[in-house]
Structure formats: structure tokens, C-alpha cells
């Protein structure tokens, strides 16, 4: 079972069964209550009837005129919990958040171009790459540095589809580009 | 204000500000610190009533509400009047609902459900579903429970067409098992067998239907399941679907069947079937493989000392677990219970260095410090005495003095008034965490039987009036089946509590000041209040000795006789000789912590009672100054025979290993277990080797 609750700073003392995941982030605390101050609605969580927590939502309100946006920061969900459908839940309120209040034209987020799970997961969601940006993570271990997916879904702001395009795959950008 | 988590002050200065100069956003600010405060510890109940109702007399100042943090501010203090019509109404208010606010929302089915009106609470849930179209559980539940407070044909007859509609989605089919369960076991056995039908594939399948299926006939439900196990080929070819239905099923097993003898063999048959099939092939190197649950079941299930074919020896017990966990770790990297269960195990036989290299692999840090570090950290002085860990844990705790703080000014002036009361409690959490004051007394332990001179390492006695915090999770290892007991069965030693903070850093100040007479009295009447009066269920016995035996120290300090000093000899002897007797069989946490604490105690002695003699001078009656030295020779004689037994345990080391993988290797349980990708008689060896470490630090600390 999922419900969704806010996200308090007091939840992250109850996050293990996600954040022990190798692929989930362990950010420092001024991250977390960064996002919680400026964002509180764009940072909720799913929980079981153990009240639990099983998964959580990062987004974040960013850009000006047109590339006004909802973004994801950090969408993860516990191990034995995934594949029923936690993080479509989750996406989707962070689309109804960016849609009203925020009146977004779109939502994003950055995914490693090599990471065809996530990609595959986002473009059945409706998000399509926008752009390359080439070299955005930076390599480990002596690797190369790898390019990451700008994906988007567009709004009902954007009527226009204007905050996407067809072909983003080859559309090319640097990472200076991208910082607004 | 923020920097000292000063709600008083902030409320203070709030108001100053609100009155000097009446802006919106300072009586905002002075409504959020009323409510702190009618919130905290720090009033008396008059004061609670009279904050509350100040902060409800300021919100008609700042109505309308302009942003959805307000609208959540006024709610909260609506929450704290003595009925909640207020709240309700607003919460329900159309104009409350248009900001489209999950903490709003949230505390609208709350808040309904608390009053008891539960025509509200189905209508508000079936909005949320039906019209909103959002599919949340608890509003399912809480519809479906008012459906059945109502009895009334018209909502019950919504109720179920919205079931059926919504049959084939997870909430819903569980939302059914939820309803079943309040009408019939029957019913809830048809609503569970739907569910699992459709979602027994997915892993959260059995956590789901865990509370619902305990209620139903055990042999029943084990034959569904049982018949949902198939395989479209092979068990050897298994897709991930069909493992986790198996894997399920066996969960259920292990819930509802703890007789069956043979549990633990078909677990491990099963598991080394299920090392060729799809699931575990094709799945991603970061992904966790679900069969390795039937390795957790079946270490959990033989550490609870339930039935088995072929029976265990006791002294082989946990390394058995141990190679079976370690069979899944090195086939499945990131599977973190099983890592979780490593450290401790391997924590629990005294081999620090293997506990340390799964601890390690979970990279575990920042927040996760404070929350988890326990794993590893528990009662480490008297282990395997290590300073990287400990120095590297307590990062967490500076960091949240300063983040935190600025953080909570940025929520004031951002306007994010639903984060400040966790905000504020979070930091405070962390500041008065039990897992720093542990943190504190371990390092300047550590530090001493390591013999190194580390600054910064004062303890503030001061520290010790602190209402610790409790924040380590102790549940993120009970996993799917294992149950609390067991975790605390193989835990080092008691919870250390408060209680267990507060006499060790009596002690420690009572070391640090033992030559100040009348500090060292005074933390000396302390600590004896404290073993008096508290409740000592978190020390072990061993660590009360050591803190009388202190006591004892304290006395002579004051007024040293030769009887007192052969009395104290005596029982200081006694205490020694009974904690370190060696245990050749099988080493433990237990054993290693008696011994260091020992010889902990033998140095802290000495080292005192040196102290003395070097301020009396030539001035104390030579008779007494004798004795100390007799003392003090019979307690390096008991040290000096610890550290030859442990030296003899070191050399026996060779010897231990080779009976150790023998007896081992013969054990039924084991011959059925694929153990290619690990060396089981390396494995053993290191567990002699991370324990050899811990002899060599404890046979090379100096009294």
C-alpha cells in the first residue's frame, strides 16, 4: 500500500530502508533542510502501514520566463518496494505540486545516458530527452566523465510543447550551458 | 535564538519585533514561536494555554492566508485549541482545499477521523479517490472503516464499486483485504487470496499481507500459497516474477509454521537452485537479488533456535550463520540486511575487523551516523579499541551545531512554516542524541587504553543533565521475518540508555578530577546516586564493577588507611580474576569486553592511586604508601597473567582454526549449502585473525 505525507527533517531519522540502497545518495544535512525551507511541498515521501517510509521525492521551483520549472532532484525508493509503481506515485504528485502551486511549463531531471531503466521508466511517465549534456558526471575511478539526459515532460502551462523537442538524444549541450 | 534552539527567546524576539514594527511578516513570526512553545518541554501547562490561545488571537491579523504555509500555520494552531471545529472547518473550507497541499490535506483526514465523523471521512476519502483521482491508501482505509461505522447501504454499495473498479491496483486490492478484515476471516482470506493472486510476484507482497494473514488458518493459506508457486520452465530458469512468489511463500512459512523442522534445508536447497535461474543472471549489479531472503530466513530461523533436522552445536552456531550470510554477500554485493546481520555477528563473536569490512561496504554516513553507526560502534572500547570510526562518526553532530541553526532562520524568513517544529526538533534531536554522548565516553576510552594523547577530547560534566535522545534504528535489521527478540538475543550487550551516558561521563570527570578533592567528591556522590537510584538495566555487570570499584578509589583518595587499601586490593583482585576468566571454547563479544574493562580498570587504578602517592609526598605514613605499592603489584600480576592467557589463545589460534573448519564442515546444514564462491576455512581464519587483533591491542595496553 503507498500513502504519500510530507517530508519533515525529523524523517530523516526513519529513511534507512531507502537510503542504505548503494545507488541512493547520503546527502549532508544543509541539503536536506536546504530543500525542506525553500521547497517544503516538492519534498514527500510514500510510507506502508507500518507507517515506514518507502520511498521519497526531492523536487525543487527553478528558472525564469519560459524555463520555469519543476525539477527532480532525488527520486528513491526502498528495495522492497520497487516495481509497484512508488516512484509513478511520486512523480506524478511532484507534477500536480509543479502544476499548481508553482505553475510550472515543465518538469525535468538528469539521468546518466547510460542508465536505460531509468530512462525507460521516465519515457513511460511521458518525459522525453531534451538534451545532451556532454560530460555532465564526472567519471569515478579513473572513468571517463559521462553525459546525462536533460529529460522533460511539458505542463499545462505549456500549451505549446515548447519546453520540448524531438531528437534531444543529439541535441548537445555543455554543463556551463545548463546552470541558470 | 535559533543558533541555541531557544524557543523562549525566539518568541521574545518575535514579538519585539511584531511590536515595534507591526509587519505581516513578523506576526507570522510570532505565531510560529507561540506555537513552539505551546508545543515544547520547556512550559508549564498554564503557559501551554496561554501560548496557544495568543497564537490563535494573532492569525486573524494575517487572514486572508497568502501562501499554502500559512494556511498550514493557521491549522496548526487550530490543533492545539481544546475542540477541533475550528480546525475541521477550516480544513474543509473550499478555500483551504484550492491550495492543493499534502500537509493540508493530510491533516484534514486526520482530524476527521479524530472527531469521529465519519460520514466526512468516507466523503472526503472518495473525493480524494474517485474525483482527484489520487490513490492513497489511507484514505482508502479510512473509507472503508467509516463505511463500516455508517453502516449505510447507499455509501457501502460507492464503496464497493469503487473496490471492484479498482480492483487490479495495489491500493485497492489491499484496500479490499483491509475491508474483508473487518467483516469475516472468511472474507479476509478470499480478499488476501485475490491479492496475492494478482500480486504475490511483487517483493512488498508478503509485508502487506503479513497482519491480515496471521489472523487466518495457518495450513489454509501455506497451501495457496504453495500452489501459487510455479515455474514456466524450470526452478533453475526461474524469472524474477516467479522467485519472488516463491520467496513470498516461504515467508509465509516462516510466519506461520516455526515447527517445521526441515525449513531451513528446502530454504538453502532452494536458494543454490535458484543461483542459475534468470533472476539472479540477469538482474543488475546494483539490484538486490530476492532469493537471498531464503538465506536470511534460514540464518534468522537458526538463531532463533528453532526446530531443525540436524541439530547445531552451540559453539558453531553463529559461525555457521555467518558463512551462510557470507555465501549470499559475495554473491549478491549490495543486499544491505545481509551486511547488517555480518557486522553484527561477526561484532558478536569479537572479530572487529570483519564486522568492519561489511560495516564499511555500506558506506554508511552523514544522518545515517547518528542512526546506524551503533552497529559497529556499540561498546567498541571494549572490543577492539579503534579511533578512525569513532572520530569519523562525530562529524555529524558539529555539522548539525552549525547547519541546522541557519537552516531554521532560513525557514523563518523563507516562510516554510510547516518545517519549523521539525526543523527544531531534529536539531535538537541530534544535539541531545544518545549515539554522541556514547560517541564522547568511547573516544576518551579508547583514547586511554590506546594510550594516546588526544586533544578535544574533554568531557562536560554538565553534559550529563541532558534528556538524551533515542534515535538509533534497531528495526532496519528485523527485516521481513526476524523478529525483535532475536535482535536483541545477538546484541552487545544491553541498549546503552541514558542512564549508561550519564555514569560513564560521572566517571570519566571523576578520573579527569581525581585530584581535586572536592570535585571528585562531589561526582563521586553523583555517580553513587546514579547506581543507587537509576534503573542499571543498560550497564553489564561488568561496567558496574568497574564504577564501584571507582567509588572505592574515590574513598581512599579521601582518607587512605592500609586496612583500606588491602580491602580495596582485595575485592579490586577478586572483580579482576572473576571478569577475565578466559574462555577457551568460543570467544565472544562478552568475553573481550570483561577483559578490557578489566584491564581498563587495573590501569585507571593504578594510575590513581600513583596520582596520590605523587601529591602526598613524603608527607603520607610510609605504611600506606607500602600497601599501594603492594596493591598495585598484585593488579600488574593479574594483567600481566590476562595478557599471557592471551597470548596462548593467540598461539592455539592455528589449532582453533583447524578444529573449527572440521567441526564445521561436517555439519548436515552446511553440506547442503553451494559454498563456491567463498573459502570457508579462510572465512574462519579471519575470524581468528580479527580477534587475534583485539588480543594483541589488549596484551599491548600499558597499566
Same mark, same amino acid.
Given at each position: ?29 544543509? %541539503? ?11 519534498? %514527500? ?19 525564469? !520566463? ?18 509497484? !509503481? ?23 531531471? %538528469? ?8 530512462? !525507460?521508466?521516465?519515457?513511460? %511517465? ?8 556532454? !560530460? ?45 | ?22 509587519? #505581516? ?8 514561536? &507561540? ?12 503557559? #501551554? ?16 492566508? #497568502? ?51 465519519? +460520514?466526512?471521512?468516507?466523503? @472526503? ?6 474525483? +482527484? ?19 449505510? $447501504? ?9 473496490? =471492484? ?31 496475492? +493472486? ?93 532469493? $537471498? ?88 572500547? @571494549? ?129 579527569? +578530577? ?62 579482576? =580474576? ?52 603492594? &596493591? ?30 572440521? #567441526? ?40
Amino acid at each position: 500500500m503507498t500513502s504519500l505525507k510530507p517530508f519533515h527533517a525529523t524523517d530523516l531519522f526513519r529513511v534507512n530502508a531507502v537510503n542504505l540502497d548503494v545507488l541512493t545518495e547520503n546527502y549532508n544535512i544543509s %541539503f536536506y533542510l536546504s530543500y525542506l525551507a525553500q521547497w517544503p511541498s516538492l519534498f %514527500f515521501s510514500t510510507e506502508n502501514p507500518q507507517g515506514e517510509i518507502t520511498g521519497y521525492m526531492m523536487g525543487k521551483a527553478e528558472g525564469r !520566463g519560459k524555463e520555469w520549472h519543476g525539477h527532480v532532484t532525488c527520486l528513491s525508493v526502498a528495495a522492497d518496494y520497487r516495481r509497484i !509503481g512508488l516512484a509513478r506515485t511520486l512523480v506524478d504528485n511532484l507534477e500536480r505540486q509543479s502544476e499548481d502551486p508553482y505553475d510550472a511549463y515543465f518538469l525535468d531531471l %538528469f539521468v546518466r545516458a547510460s542508465n536505460a531503466l531509468a530512462i !525507460g521508466m521516465y519515457k513511460k %511517465f511521458g518525459y522525453s530527452v531534451y538534451r545532451r549534456v556532454v !560530460g555532465y558526471y564526472s567519471g569515478d575511478d579513473g572513468k571517463d566523465n559521462e553525459d546525462a539526459f536533460d529529460m522533460r515532460k511539458p505542463l499545462k502551462r505549456d500549451k505549446n510543447r515548447e519546453s520540448v523537442r524531438e531528437d534531444g538524444e543529439n541535441f548537445r549541450v555543455r554543463p556551463e550551458d545548463v546552470y541558470l | 535564538m535559533c543558533t541555541s534552539a531557544d524557543v523562549r527567546g525566539q518568541q521574545k524576539a518575535a514579538m519585539s519585533l511584531q511590536k515595534s514594527f507591526p509587519r #505581516r511578516q513578523y506576526t507570522l513570526w510570532t505565531i510560529v514561536s &507561540c506555537y513552539l512553545l505551546a508545543i515544547s518541554d520547556v512550559v508549564t501547562t498554564e503557559e #501551554r494555554a496561554l501560548f496557544s490561545t495568543l497564537a490563535s488571537r494573532l492569525i486573524p491579523l494575517v487572514e486572508p492566508a #497568502r501562501t499554502a504555509e500559512e494556511a498550514v500555520l493557521k491549522a496548526r494552531v487550530l490543533e492545539l485549541l481544546p475542540t477541533a471545529d475550528q480546525l475541521i472547518s477550516f480544513l474543509c473550507d473550499p478555500a483551504t482545499e484550492k491550495w492543493n497541499n499534502l500537509e493540508l490535506a493530510t491533516m484534514r483526514l486526520d482530524a476527521l477521523v479524530k472527531s469521529g465523523n465519519w +460520514e466526512k471521512v468516507f466523503d @472526503t476519502s472518495m473525493t480524494t479517490l474517485a474525483t +482527484e483521482n489520487r490513490d492513497d491508501f489511507e484514505s482508502w482505509k479510512q473509507m472503508a472503516y467509516a463505511a463500516t461505522k455508517l453502516g449505510n $447501504d447507499e455509501r457501502t454499495s460507492a464503496l464497493i464499486e469503487l473496490l =471492484e473498479k479498482r480492483c487490479k491496483t495495489r491500493n485497492g486490492a489491499l484496500a479490499g483485504v483491509y475491508y474483508a478484515s473487518l467483516k469475516s476471516t472468511e472474507a479476509t482470506f478470499n480478499a488476501a487470496k485475490f491479492y496475492f +493472486e494478482n500480486f504475490g510476484r511483487q517483493q512488498c507482497a508478503f509485508d502487506d499481507l503479513k497482519s491480515y494473514v496471521e489472523a487466518l488458518d495457518a495450513q489454509k493459506w501455506l497451501a495457496f500459497v504453495d500452489e501459487q508457486i510455479t515455474f514456466a520452465k524450470s526452478m533453475e530458469h526461474a524469472t524474477q516474477n516467479e522467485v519472488h512468489i516463491l520467496v513470498n511463500a516461504r515467508k509465509f512459512h516462516y510466519l506461520l509454521d516455526p515447527d517445521d523442522k526441515s525449513f531451513v534445508d528446502k530454504n538453502i536447497l532452494l536458494y543454490n537452485k535458484l543461483l542459475t535461474s534468470l533472476a539472479f543472471q540477469d538482474k543488475l549489479e546494483t539490484d538486490y537479488f530476492y532469493g $537471498d531472503d531464503l538465506i536470511i530466513m534460514a540464518a534468522t530461523w537458526l538463531l532463533q533456535g528453532r526446530p531443525v533436522s540436524s541439530p547445531v552445536p552451540d559453539q558453531d552456531l553463529v559461525i555457521l550463520v555467518i558463512i551462510l550470510l557470507e555465501t549470499a554477500a559475495s554473491n549478491d554485493k549490495h543486499q544491505f540486511r545481509v551486511r547488517l546481520w555480518l557486522t553484527r555477528l561477526y561484532l558478536y563473536i569479537g572479530s572487529f575487523q570483519q564486522a568492519l569490512g561489511h560495516y564499511n561496504a555500506l558506506a554508511i554516513k552523514n544522518i545515517q551516523m547518528d542512526v546506524l553507526s551503533h552497529y559497529l560502534l556499540s561498546r567498541v572500547s @571494549t572490543i577492539c579499541p579503534t579511533w578512525k570510526p569513532l572520530i569519523s562518526t562525530r562529524d555529524i553532530y558539529d555539522s548539525n551545531a552549525v547547519q541546522t541553526p541557519y537552516h531554521i532562520k532560513k525557514i523563518y524568513e523563507s516562510g516554510a512554516f510547516s518545517q519549523v517544529a521539525g526543523c527544531m526538533e531534529f536539531g535538537k534531536r541530534l544535539s541531545d542524541s544518545v549515539n554522541k554522548g556514547i560517541l564522547c565516553v568511547e573516544a576518551k576510552r579508547v583514547a586511554r587504553i590506546l594510550g594516546m594523547k588526544m586533544e578535544g577530547l574533554g568531557i562536560n560534566p554538565i553534559l550529563r543533565s541532558t534528556k538524551w535522545k533515542e534515535n538509533r534504528d534497531f528495526s532496519i535489521l528485523y527485516g521481513s521475518t526476524p523478529e525483535e527478540t532475536l535482535e536483541n538475543k545477538y546484541r552487545i550487550g544491553p541498549i546503552q540508555t541514558g542512564v549508561w551516558v550519564n555514569a560513564l561521563i560521572l566517571r570519566e570527570t571523576i578520573i579527569d +578530577e581525581f585530584l581535586t578533592a572536592d570535585k571528585r567528591r562531589e561526582y563521586a556522590l553523583a555517580l553513587k546516586e546514579l547506581l543507587e537510584k537509576q534503573d542499571l538495566q543498560s550497564l553489564t555487570h561488568v561496567e558496574k564493577w568497574s564504577l564501584e570499584t571507582l567509588l572505592e578509589l574515590s574513598s581512599i583518595a579521601d582518607s587512605a588507611t592500609v586496612d583500606g587499601v588491602a580491602v580495596f586490593q582485595t575485592t579490586l583482585i577478586e572483580g579482576m =580474576e572473576k571478569y577475565a576468566k578466559l574462555e577457551e571454547t568460543s570467544l565472544s563479544w562478552e568475553w573481550f569486553h570483561s577483559l578490557y574493562i578489566v584491564v581498563e580498570t587495573a590501569m585507571i587504578s593504578i594510575w590513581s592511586l600513583d596520582s596520590l602517592v605523587a601529591i602526598w609526598g613524603t608527607k603520607k605514613n610510609g605504611k600506606v604508601v607500602a600497601s599501594i605499592a603492594a &596493591c598495585k603489584k598484585a593488579v600488574q600480576t593479574v594483567v600481566d597473567d590476562i595478557k599471557e592467557d592471551a597470548k596462548k589463545l593467540k598461539l592455539r589460534r592455528d589449532k582453533w582454526v583447524r578444529d573449527c573448519v572440521k #567441526r564445521i564442515s561436517e555439519l548436515d546444514i552446511l553440506k547442503k549449502l553451494d559454498t563456491s564462491s567463498i573459502d570457508i576455512e579462510y572465512l574462519i581464519e579471519r575470524i581468528g585473525r580479527g580477534q587475534d587483533e583485539s588480543l594483541t591491542i589488549l596484551r599491548n595496553t600499558k597499566i
